[in-house]
């Protein structure tokens, strides 16, 4: 059994981790690279023949794990797609936005030109719809026969809905080896989602290492920061809040924190819209798999109704309705995609506020060095935005507390769930260098072997 890392090594996107068997070869996760500009062309080649490949297992939805899925057919691979059932609804709707993304860049580029001078689509939706006719969903905790020599399990790890960490228990001539790949793990108490469930024992584990070396702000929880930020733009002033946050996960967990909070009273009513029809549609898939969010959020839908839905909450749909947000006048909040402003209709309501002394931006997530949102954060006085030169008179403001991510001691943990007399080895992915180095150094100093694969290594396990 050979475990190669053709993807988010010692990097944070584009995971993809080959696991070659003897006459089998299984691929976990199939993500976009997107660390550089011109991603669209780098993730058209594939460094091993697609066609080789016989199945696919996917840990979640979000586009650095399952982006490169209709390439990968486009290329040649004829096999399934093993995946939980949110996470196949999810990938659907994400993979059909990356279509809009990549055909709308193509279009920004040709400037109206006839003939299109923009990078080409990497895949198309007819792409898209032969990629989802490949997925076989797999409840939790349910093992399934891969074929006569390999079974897997799902096992839940909180992060979005649907996202599982992938146990495969491998019979190889005549003995039993067990391999474990975290996915993205995600922390515990977060809104709507289930906490990380432990991992059982394993021979090989590949773990996520996003969060290494960093620690999430304690002493506040998130709605005493979405209480206080509201009553000082809302409330105490005629402001409006503006909340960029990705369409899929993180609008659901807000939209059920200020659910909660509303219909506690500890505000008085203030509108609220949410400006994203992508987060309408997955707001729908988190509705269809009700069962499978927290407890929290079950208790209230059964004792107070719909989680996502309440009086003072409106979802703009169409651009005619998104517009029209822009002349509401009285104090509001906005919730709109994408969460770094890099696109999206964000972008609108950034345009018409960024100079209004009354309004807050309230980032609730990462923004990667040299977008729009981490320029607003870094604290540049001018932006550009839709060749204008616009001053920044808003008010900047961010909180940790609804990353999707588990910390430094989240990871650590998770692989401190393994015995490290049994476990051979601990692969770090998903995350920068920087990040990895602290959080091997705490795992070698609980007794675990740890390595730091570099890209296209391949270890014999």
Not at 375 to 388: F, H, M, Q
């Amino acid at each position: 059994m050979k475990l190669t890392i053709w993807g988010a090594a010692q990097q944070v996107t584009g995971s993809m981790h080959l696991l070659q068997l003897e006459h089998y070869n299984i691929l976990i996760d199939c993500g976009l690279d997107y660390e550089k500009e011109t991603y669209q062309e780098e993730n058209q080649y594939f460094p091993f023949d697609p066609a080789t490949i016989d199945v696919v297992i996917l840990t979640h939805a979000h586009i650095d794990h399952s982006g490169n899925l209709p390439t990968l057919l486009r290329m040649g691979f004829n096999g399934q797609i093993l995946a939980t059932p949110p996470t196949a609804d999810l990938t659907e709707l994400l993979l059909q936005d990356s279509v809009n993304i990549f055909i709308s860049k193509q279009n920004k580029h040709s400037n109206g030109k006839r003939h299109r001078s923009g990078p080409q689509p990497l895949y198309l939706q007819k792409h898209v719809n032969d990629t989802m006719e490949r997925f076989i969903t797999i409840s939790f905790h349910k093992e399934f026969k891969i074929n006569n020599q390999v079974a897997l399990t799902f096992i839940p790890v909180g992060h979005l809905l649907g996202a599982a960490a992938v146990v495969l228990t491998v019979n190889e001539e005549g003995s039993e080896k067990k391999i474990a790949f975290t996915g993205d793990i995600g922390r515990k108490n977060y809104p709507v989602l289930v906490d990380p469930q432990p991992i059982p024992q394993v021979d090989y584990l590949v773990s996520e290492s996003t969060y290494g070396g960093r620690f999430h702000s304690k002493g506040t929880t998130l709605e005493d920061k979405l209480v206080e930020t509201i009553n000082e733009t809302c409330v105490k002033f005629p402001g409006r809040l503006i909340i960029p946050a990705f369409s899929i996960g993180r609008t659901q967990a807000l939209v059920y924190a200020l659910n909660k909070i509303f219909t506690e009273g500890l505000l008085p009513p203030v509108k609220i819209f949410v400006d994203s029809p992508l987060a309408s549609f997955a707001t729908d898939v988190y509705r269809r798999h009700q069962h499978l969010l927290n407890e929290d959020s079950q208790h209230f839908y059964q004792t107070k109704g719909d989680e996502f839905e309440f009086e003072e909450l409106t979802y703009v749909h169409d651009k005619k309705e998104s517009l029209s947000v822009s002349n509401y006048h009285e104090p509001c909040i906005i919730i709109s995609s994408a969460g770094m402003l890099e696109g999206g209709r964000i972008q609108d309501h950034l345009y018409y506020n960024i100079q209004n002394y009354y309004c807050t931006i309230l980032f609730i997530g990462y923004c990667a060095k040299g977008t729009l949102g981490d320029r607003l954060l870094r604290g540049d006085p001018i932006i550009r935005l839709r060749n204008r030169e616009l001053m920044v008179y808003a008010t900047i403001k961010q909180t940790d507390l609804l990353s999707g991510h588990g910390d430094h001691n989240d990871l650590v943990e998770t692989v401190k769930q393994q015995d490290p007399a049994k476990l051979k080895k601990v692969f770090l992915v998903h995350g920068e260098l920087s990040r990895m180095l602290p959080l091997k150094l705490a795992l070698e100093e609980q007794g675990y072997q740890v390595n730091l694969p570099e890209k296209g290594e391949t270890h014999q396990l």
